[in-house]
């Protein structure tokens, strides 16, 4: 522990966007919930935003403020409350494979590389490498809303938000604010923000703190001698400064560093993941007149971890994998909104975004010793040029319409793969030509408003590129085996949406029917079954498939998305669902596929909450979430059962600066199946955790 904290404070040296909602102060911006319409303008925003577009409330979005429904919590698990949210594994940061936890919306495929794309004030948040989310980064930061905009298109988010935006966005502290809670199976959650002003600006310092022995992930008859408790320690620091620099900008910095171990409940499945993200920014942002953004950071990310081979009856386990994998995100950022008159309805930006990044293996072990040694990786640019028009007033009744448009350059630089034994010759030693194109995306809608109904229709077309660990990277879960594609084609999204939302103050709902296309989605493809020797992976084992990264020739999607809010006193009821039917479109090598549904995507997802909103000293939440049956496999051979969970705190407020809290996760104990092997070994998500602790703020 002392070793991790030691590292933790060497982390927050350099950090990363950070900032804090922007106009805080002012009663005409709030944080608002799907369909509800402020007295002028939603505004959820990071201090490193412009205030957003008009266009942007053309296509569905919710808004979600009740960040922190007691101690413990994690943001991964609230983001689950939003129907057709995806994650690729049903675990959270606290128990699932740091690589196995990409997010999506809209049912485009289950994938450990993210189709939606995460932003922290603006900032992309994937592994530059991998495309996956590390959420234990996001402990260290104060987040004051999160944006779920469904739907991609966006010029301004540009490349990678295929099924649409996920954009946190966070505030800065003022005062004191700590917490301390004790949980089930020895787990500590502490937390510490502090926060003043500095001259002429402002200065916050947030960490936190957090442990537990964890909890045999295999499900109880199924384990083996070598199953135990998976212990997990995590944590974070950022610091974050603003200044202004005349009457309506400012210039914003932001360190953030944090640091996650845990293991998978046997021995040599260890991982560690650090990373360090830093960024600089220069707003202006005036009520009138011009308004511009100036934005660069970088991103810093290694991960170790191993990987266990599982003896048949679960008696003993031996070392399969070492994996390594440092990399690196660089990007920049220009957005400028002339003023014609009083209004900012045109937006013109540019952007860039570098990957570089690879991935170091030492496998083949004969007892304890490796024989052989893998690398593999590459880096990858985007630049791309934006421009978006915005016609009406989008707080007023009548018409508002946007359309916007981009174009961007990508390259592939040159890739390399490494094998070789140890004690032997060179298995392979191949170079991959660097690649280049260009992509087009954009969108148009319009949505009509009178008194408290609102109806709009969008569409869109977006793109991904494939992720370097999609591109050079083979794998192994157990005996099954996957081979890298170094020529994978970006992907192509033609979407539309049509939706209905209805305010009248105390009643909100929304509804939205989307249809989507996703050609060229990038699937693992299985194309044979073991024993025998197979292109690119080597041996594999009998009874153990073989798969490669193929481009399918689609995933069609198709759904509705529901939401409703009900205010009732101190009381508030939320409810949101979603149906998503989406099937592969597959051929030649992949038609084994055609028709089925894509990996990791339920038919139904959804939620109910209550939640206290006032301002008595008692308050509480509960939440049922609904997760819908899914495949673990593209073939359907592998099923991952449904589940209902129940999640429930109760809070006293003692005094002013001092409020005591108790809460639930999965109060039920219910069996949430995460994964399941081609053994048939059904890994799942956390039990029944109980958690009590104070709350300070001063």
């Known amino acids: 522990m002392i070793r991790l904290l030691t590292g933790i404070a060497a982390l927050a040296l350099p950090a990363a966007a950070m900032a804090q909602e922007m106009e805080g102060d002012d009663p005409d911006y709030c944080l608002c919930n799907v369909g509800q319409t402020p007295p002028r303008i939603i505004v959820v925003t990071g201090a490193g935003s412009l205030r957003p577009s008009d266009g942007d409330r053309i296509q569905a979005f919710a808004v979600l403020r009740d960040l922190d429904p007691g101690l413990g919590a994690r943001i991964e698990n609230r983001l689950r409350d939003e129907a057709g949210v995806v994650q690729f594994r049903r675990s959270d940061g606290r128990s699932a494979h740091p690589t196995s936890q990409g997010v999506t919306l809209r049912g485009l495929g289950g994938n450990a590389s993210s189709r939606a794309l995460v932003t922290l004030d603006g900032v992309p948040q994937a592994d530059p490498f991998g495309g996956w989310v590390a959420w234990s980064a996001y402990d260290a930061v104060a987040l004051g809303g999160i944006v779920v905009a469904r739907g991609g298109g966006s010029g301004a988010d540009g490349p990678g938000a295929l099924a649409g935006t996920i954009g946190l966005h966070s505030e800065m502290t003022r005062g004191i604010a700590a917490s ?3 949980g089930s199976r020895d787990g500590w959650d502490a937390t510490l923000s502090a926060g003043t002003r500095l001259g002429g600006g402002e200065v916050a310092v947030d960490g936190r703190y957090s442990r537990g022995d964890g909890f045999a992930p295999v499900a109880a008859g199924q384990r083996g001698a070598v ?5 997990y320690e995590m944590g974070g620091l950022g610091v ?15 360190l953030r560093g944090f640091s996650d171990r845990r293991d998978r409940g046997v021995d ?3 991982s560690r993941i650090d990373g360090v993200d830093a960024s600089l920014r220069f707003v202006r942002d005036p009520r009138a007149g011009t308004q511009w953004i100036a934005l660069a950071y970088v991103q810093l990310r290694d991960i170790d971890t191993e990987f266990a081979s599982v003896a048949a009856g679960r008696a003993s386990v031996a070392p399969a994998l070492y994996q390594r994998v440092p990399a690196t995100g660089l990007g920049a950022r220009f957005e400028l909104r002339p003023a014609f008159g009083t209004d900012n309805p045109l937006r013109l930006g540019i952007d860039w975004r570098r990957t570089v990044g690879r ?7 004969a007892g304890l010793i490796p024989g052989r040694h893998r690398e593999a990786g590459g880096s990858s640019d985007t630049a ?4 978006e028009w915005t016609g009406g007033d989008a707080d007023a009744e009548g018409l508002l319409w946007t359309a916007s448009g981009r174009i961007d350059r990508w390259r592939l630089g040159e890739g390399h793969r490494l094998e070789y034994n140890f004690a032997g010759p060179v298995i392979g030693d191949d170079r991959f030509a660097a690649r280049s194109g260009w992509e087009g995306s954009g969108r148009i809608g319009l949505r009509w408003k009178a008194d408290a109904l609102s109806l709009r229709a969008a569409a869109y077309r977006g793109w991904r590129l494939p992720t370097l660990n999609e591109l050079y990277r083979p794998f192994r879960v157990g005996a099954d085996a996957t081979a890298a594609n170094e020529m994978l084609k970006p992907e192509r999204l033609w979407g539309g949406e049509i939706g209905a939302d209805w305010d009248s103050g105390t009643t909100k709902a929304s509804v939205t029917l989307f249809v989507g296309r996703l050609s060229n989605a990038i699937a693992n493809v299985t194309l044979g079954q073991g024993p025998g020797n197979f292109p690119g992976v080597g041996f594999v084992a009998a009874g153990a498939t073989y798969s490669r990264r193929e481009n399918l020739d689609a995933i069609d999607s198709k759904g509705i998305e529901f939401s409703a809010e009900q205010i009732v006193g101190p009381l508030a009821l939320r409810a949101t669902w979603a149906f998503t039917d989406a099937k592969v479109d597959a051929s030649g090598p992949a038609a084994a596929l055609d028709g089925r549904r894509p990996a990791q995507i339920a038919k139904h997802g ?17 939440t049922l979430r609904y997760m819908g049956r899914q495949n673990e496999d593209d073939v359907g051979l592998l099923v991952l059962g449904d589940a209902l969970t129940l999640d429930a705190g109760l809070s006293w407020r003692l005094s002013k600066a001092v409020s005591i809290e108790a809460r639930g996760e999965n109060l039920t104990d219910a069996l949430v199946p ?25």
């Not at 991935?359 to 072990?365: A, M």
Request: charged share 20%; no cysteine; glycine share 12%.
């Open 180 to 182: 301390a809670a004790s």
């Open 674 to 698: 995460a994964a399941i092997s081609s053994a048939g070994i059904v890994e799942r998500a956390a039990p029944r955790t109980l958690w009590a602790g104070v709350r300070l703020s001063f």
């Open 606 to 622: 959804g939620s109910l909450s209550l939640r206290s909103r006032g301002d008595g000293p008692f308050g509480g939440f509960a």
């Open 240 to 254: 974050r400064l603003r200044f202004d620099a005349g009457a309506a900008s400012r210039v914003e910095a932001s």
């Open 384 to 387: 791309g040029l934006f421009a």
């Open 359 to 365: 991935t170091e293996e030492d496998y083949f072990f």
């Open 227 to 231: 199953d135990r408790a998976a212990p």
């Open 268 to 270: 040599f499945t260890a």
